[in-house]
């Protein structure tokens, strides 16, 4: 539907309002609603001084016809010269009153009595009078089409073709130099029947004999109605109309519904079913098809007694027993009970019954109220028709006398700087203040507080010292809750301490040179937490020390070192080191100079045999030799390098009847010995 209604509704106390009195310069507010032989105008002017000059002068109406799509573009004509309110005398003639009662009200708003004193008082009652006959008149225009004709504000153009575009413009009459009056224009398609729609209703809502029926402000977006009408059924056929004039809601429900037309409904009989239509009044006093029926029924909302002398004992540790009175006769009509439970006197209960009490019932028992936080208690009668009350509230306190569950879990580490990092699993009870921290330095001895107070985390930082005679360190943990109870200690947390202090020194006190190397004596240190010795060595021309060995026998107390060079000035000594890896200072330093290399040839043993028409060599190793270096005689009895080994035997396949063999030994010092005696196959 093509423009129809989306100008001005005009309805006194919403769309015809003093805003319109305060426009700067007053206009014309134009609709049309196209029927298939005719088109129907109506407009309003936009103030009551707009108005009251006009019922004077009267207005123009032009038209401008198009062919629908054409190209074509006409110019105004005029359809009506001049458009007036029916005189005084034409009322009396025509009869009005008998049409409807909207004709009345615009009779009376036009020709009824005006207040003529000029007083203060009097003139701003004579401005109340003026807009009021304003907006009464307009009214009965909506809802009147003979009171909009006899208003002057209506006109029928019966002269229209199919297939054609109008253009409709009023005018006042008015002087612009008495009262400048804006046009007021609208379009009108013959291709498009405005036709209306019904509206709808959104939901109905119960109430104790009421029924409260609502309905959207804006369903559609091209239609909008100036009024309603309600009708009631009790059989779904025979209805009746309960809004005996038009219906315009004032919203009694507040912000929150404020989308909403509203209408109550008043009801003889609660859970009797209702059924209920809609009808729109359009700005043409047209009424629209009625909506889908929607059904309601009141309810019974009066609330049951009120349940009183509300009391609570505890019955143990965990367990509260709520009870109450209520009256044998109010509880004929009662479903049940529900108990609440809050922290807070005055809100955020939350019911604890699991299921509906019985109406006998007169006590009930918590066992699970809480003993961190308050208590207070309500109790809710409910009654068969799911109306309710709620008592006041009582207080409830739980005496708790049972102690938190030990701590578990408790570890920690001992820094070098003396800090115990400290941590245990969160107990838990819902009522845990805090932990108490307690330390020993016998696991069997009294433990003392650390603390002064409840610890709130379960982690701790402790400091204490490291340079002590104990060697470890105990701590066991209490829990503590809200109402002073300890609980029994956590077991006890063993932590050694750091070793910070180095072990006592050892003494080199003697030392041996052999051929085989240097053997170097000490006796151990005297630290129990010793693990081993650290022997080192320097030789006269180097400047660091180095380790040569770690012996972590405590029962060996020499070492041999025979990776030396002869003749050669060594320093020796030996620190201890512990659990802990303290190294002691160092031992005693003692000064050796090694023995020269002595190489036994006599040891060698060298024999020759022929086997295959080769010569077999064969000698027996010595422990300090390197290699050995084989020597054969020549034609001229000269000794040549044959070979250079490091182990027996060899063998010669080039064999000379009157060659001789003979072996010098190096030794790992690099030190070479003389050639050993001349050894042939003739000699052996």
Known sequence: MRNIFNLLIFVF??????????????????????????????????????????????????????????????????????????????????????????????????????????????????????QNRYTYSMMAADFSAQAADAL???????????????????TSLTPKEIYPIEDGMSIAYTTSIDQLISPSIDHIESGDHLVHIFWEKEQYEDVKYTAYYLERTEDGKTFERITK???????????????YFIYTDSINENYKTYGYRLMGISPFAEVSPASEIMYGMGR??????????????????????????YGEVEAKELRGFLIGRSANVMDSFQNISPILLTPDSRSFIDENPSS?????YIVTAIDTAGNYSISSSKYAHIIDSIAP????????????????????????????????????????????????????????????????????????VVAIDKNFNYSKYSKALELKLPDIVPPSSPLVHNYTKTDQGILVHWINSTSDDVISHLIYRKKESDDQWTLIREQADEGVTSYLDNNISPLSTYFYKVHAKDD????????????????????????????????????????????DAKYYSIYKTDNKGNYYLLKKTDASPYEDKLVVQDAKYALRVTSKNGIKSEFSEGTSLLNK
Not at 152 to 170: A, L, S
Not at 304 to 320: K, W
Not at 601 to 613: A, P, T
């Open 13 to 130: 106390f919403s769309m015809i309002s003093q805003t319109w009195a305060q426009d700067s310069i007053a206009s014309i507010y134009l609709i049309q609603k196209v029927d298939a032989d005719k088109i129907v105008l109506r407009w309003a002017p936009s103030t009551a001084g707009a108005w009251h000059s006009t019922m004077q002068y009267g207005y123009k109406i032009e038209r401008i016809a198009n062919k629908a799509n054409s190209t074509e573009r006409n110019s105004f004509t005029t359809i009506a010269a001049q458009v007036l309110p029916w005189a005084k005398d034409k009322w009396q003639k025509e009869k009005l009153a008998e049409y409807d009662d909207y004709c009345i009200i615009a009779a009376e708003m036009m020709y009824g009595k005006k207040s003529k004193s000029a007083t203060e008082g009097k003139l701003l009652q004579r401005a109340d009078d003026f």
């Open 152 to 170: 002057g504000v209506r006109y029928v153009d019966t002269d229209i073709k199919p297939n054609y575009t109008y253009i409709y413009k009023v």
């Open 245 to 259: 004039s038009p219906f315009i809601s004032s919203n009694q429900f507040g912000p929150a519904f404020n989308k």
């Open 300 to 325: 019974d909302l009066t609330p049951p007694p009120v349940p009183t002398n509300i009391e609570s004992t505890q019955l143990s540790n965990h367990h509260m027993k709520i009870s109450w009175s």
């Open 372 to 376: 961190l936080r308050p208590n207070f």
């Open 405 to 476: 569950a030990s701590p578990i879990g408790l570890k920690g580490n001992i820094q070098l700087d003396g800090k115990v990092l400290l941590s245990w699993d969160k107990n838990n009870e819902e009522d845990i203040m805090g932990y108490a921290i307690h330390f020993s330095n016998q696991v069997d001895h009294e433990y003392a507080a650390v603390t002064n107070k409840p610890i709130l985390t379960n982690s701790y930082l402790d400091t204490i010292m490291i340079r002590t005679l104990s060697e470890k360190i105990y701590y066991k």
């Open 580 to 623: 802990a890896d303290n190294i002691s200072p160092e031992s005693t330093i003692v000064k050796v100079i090694s023995n020269d290399v002595k190489l036994d040839l006599n040891r060698l043993n060298l024999s020759i045999k022929l086997v295959d028409n080769k010569a077999l060599l064969n000698w027996d190793m010595l422990p």
